[in-house]
């Protein structure tokens, strides 16, 4: 992919830099003494750590195990000047202050390098208090390869910023732009590693009481190498063999002969390829002797192919040439670890349903509408068990809250939970689902003082336009003028986020553990019922409200109904993958199309997609603005990045193809 180009610029450098700044002001009158002011401040930056919180992605994810041999690791930071927040130049260009260093773990253990721990009372102007001074990590090298820690005129070529345009951003609450580090090391096989964010301090000779300090001269500010290095974070991961195997009937029921070869077949541990042949049965050692027939004639070709190379016109010659050879086997078998191929693999298609075991025909049809059976505290003492759904259910499910009250001649929207309590003959069991949701929504408008005051005066507002509408109608006085008043912009907001599932209690969400399986997608429908449950909970609250002022002022605000239209119905799928946080601009399509009615992310591992239209394909993938580094693994091959011009050209010379995934309905 390295002639792909991606929306990246070289740097992103802020209008004022961390550091100290004085403002002088000189008076000329004959109304002070004071001839001169002075004011000191200083532009705080990260000289120390930086924290979690500015931290967008790693890669290798922090703490994994997987196939990363070949990729370069890289940092990605939320703020797009983060690394070009203090003064450093290089021949008279700025440059980044930070870069990022691949270490393995046995080089550390060697004892050419050293880790220290000091504090910030031993840093140059540091800010923090000298009574509470905060850690501070130096690595050190006392031996070893130079070649380790890049240059400086490297280091500029090793940040950038990544600029995205891309709707869906705006969903998902992550900036537009952000900045990377790109390791100049390749990562190995069956190595551990660590990975150091630093920047390059002043030699310490700690006899004389030198403080540590960024490497840049007062003057020039002329960034210089040295052989100290303050630690600003680091992550450890580990790159196992990339050549292992794994049968995993739930990846392998996927492949399109899956049906050949299924008989017998039975999960493996992760194994050689020469160890797994012995435990597959015969149709699937036949398939693996005819992929590597193929894959060796790839190699072959591959070689011959002139240079300069092209990865994207030779795969397209594959694809059209030997689309019948290849039958892929080999790469539903190969074991990845948890790198981003891994997890898409691991990821389970399910209906968002739990899973009891029983025969009886009427549970087994609330439990495909997602019902939990939950314990149900009687308000006169004692405990039953009851039924529970959240909003999401079965996609054929339906039941209408709306005519249900119509249909009993309600006038106004329930003001208690029991008015909502459904029993259900079949199980001879209460339902509590909208009761539930009607309950929910009233405590989430009580525990908010500010928007119960909102509701209340807009309530108050709307009683008075309705007693002087009415007056008009029937009294001989004057008619008043009035209008109806507006739900306010603050209210508004509350109920459409709440209604959008943000900031919303998980476990009405998942009240089962089975509704949140990790590394999962689950599909369904949205419950418009329990919305509109949920909805009269929390209009509840004050003065009664009409049904037909409900209608009118809330279900058909255009704000509001923007996002729910009671009379429409919504799918949607539940992502539940570590997939979210290592990776959190991953894409997903529905029947190839990403313009979802809303994306929410509850937590960092749990994300919603909604839509307005039923779909039966669903698609995984990372942009190529998001994608890592690296290239192809070999032995022989240079294990550094070379330099280049300058870091764009870098950054799309390296640019690594990355993993897709596609999943059917049944």
Not at 374 to 400: D, R
Request: net charge negative; with cysteine; hydrophobic share 35%.
């Amino acid at each position: 992919m390295e002639n792909e180009e991606i929306g990246i610029a070289a740097s992103h450098i802020p209008p004022v830099v961390s550091g100290k700044y004085e403002i002088k002001a000189h008076l000329n009158n004959n109304l002070s003494n004071i001839q001169e002011q002075k004011i000191i401040f200083y532009v705080a930056g990260y000289h120390y750590n930086i924290p979690q919180n500015e931290v967008l992605a790693v890669y290798p994810p922090m703490e994994h195990t997987g196939d990363f041999a070949g990729t370069f690791p890289h940092i990605q930071f939320k703020r797009s000047t983060l690394p070009w927040e203090f003064n450093c130049e290089s021949n008279g260009k700025k440059i980044p202050y930070i870069f990022l260093v691949l270490l393995k773990e046995d080089e550390l253990a060697s004892g050419d390098f050293e880790i220290l721990e000091t504090s910030t009372n031993d840093l140059m102007n540091s800010l923090e208090d000298p009574a509470e001074p905060k850690v501070v990590k130096i690595l050190k090298v006392l031996k070893g390869n130079e070649e380790l820690f890049p240059s400086i005129d490297f280091v500029s070529q090793l940040a950038h910023v990544r600029v995205q345009e891309h709707a869906e951003l705006k969903d998902l609450n992550l900036p537009k732009e952000t900045s990377i580090l790109i390791a100049h090391r390749m990562v190995e096989p069956t190595t551990k590693y660590k990975a150091f964010v630093c920047y390059y301090s002043a030699e310490v000779i700690i006899k004389e009481r030198n403080k540590y300090q960024l490497n840049n001269s007062v003057k020039k500010n002329e960034y210089q190498k040295t052989r100290s290095c303050v630690i600003l974070s680091e992550w450890s991961f580990e790159s196992i063999d990339s050549h292992l195997y794994q049968i995993n009937t739930n990846k392998l029921k996927n492949h399109p002969e899956f049906k050949t070869f299924q008989k017998d077949l039975i999960d493996s541990e992760v194994l050689t390829l020469e160890e797994l042949k012995r435990k597959a049965n015969a149709e699937l050692d036949n398939l693996i002797s005819i992929n590597e027939t193929y894959l060796e004639g790839r190699r072959l070709r591959w070689s011959k192919v002139p240079e300069p190379k092209s990865i994207d016109d030779f795969e397209r010659t594959e694809v059209m040439s030997f689309k019948e050879v290849n039958n892929y086997i080999l790469e539903y078998l190969k074991y990845n670890g948890k790198n981003l191929k891994g997890y898409l693999s691991e990821l389970k298609l399910q209906p968002f349903k739990t899973e009891i075991n029983v025969q009886n025909k009427a549970i087994i049809k609330l439990v495909d509408a997602a019902k939990v059976p939950l314990e149900h505290q009687l308000k006169a003492g004692g405990k039953i068990v009851s039924w529970y759904q959240g909003p999401f259910t079965n996609w054929h499910y339906s039941f209408n809250l709306g005519d249900l009250l119509k249909d009993k001649e309600w006038v106004d929207i329930p003001d208690h939970p029991d008015y909502l309590n459904l029993f259900n003959d079949d199980t001879k069991m209460y339902d509590m689902t909208y009761a539930a949701a009607w309950q929910l929504g009233r405590l989430m408008i009580m525990n908010d003082n500010k928007m119960l005051q909102e509701l209340k005066k807009w309530k108050n507002e709307l009683q008075l336009h309705n007693l002087i509408q009415e007056q008009n109608r029937y009294s001989h006085l004057p008619i008043l003028t009035t209008q109806a008043p507006q739900v306010s912009d603050l209210l508004l907001n509350f109920v459409t986020e709440l209604i959008q599932f943000r900031n919303f209690p998980v476990y009405y969400l998942l009240p089962h553990a089975d509704l949140s399986t990790e590394e999962s997608i689950k599909y369904f429908k949205i419950d418009n019922s329990w919305i509109l449950a949920f909805l009269y909970g929390i209009f509840s609250a004050g003065p009664k409200l009409s049904i037909i002022d409900f209608e009118e002022y809330i279900l058909n605000n255009k704000g509001l109904s923007s996002i729910f239209d009671y009379t429409k119905p919504y799918y949607g799928i539940l992502l539940q993958s570590q997939i979210i946080k290592n990776w959190p601009h991953v894409v997903v399509e529905l029947d190839n199309c990403m313009d979802f009615h809303y994306v929410t992310s509850i937590s960092n591992t749990l994300r919603l997609y909604i839509t307005d239209q039923k779909f039966s394909d669903i698609k995984l993938y990372l942009k190529n603005e998001n994608a890592h580094f690296g290239k192809e693994y070999r032995d022989e091959a240079e294990k550094f990045i070379t330099p280049s011009s300058d870091s764009v050209k870098l950054a799309n010379i390296y640019l690594h193809q990355q993993p897709k995934i596609r999943l059917k309905l049944n």
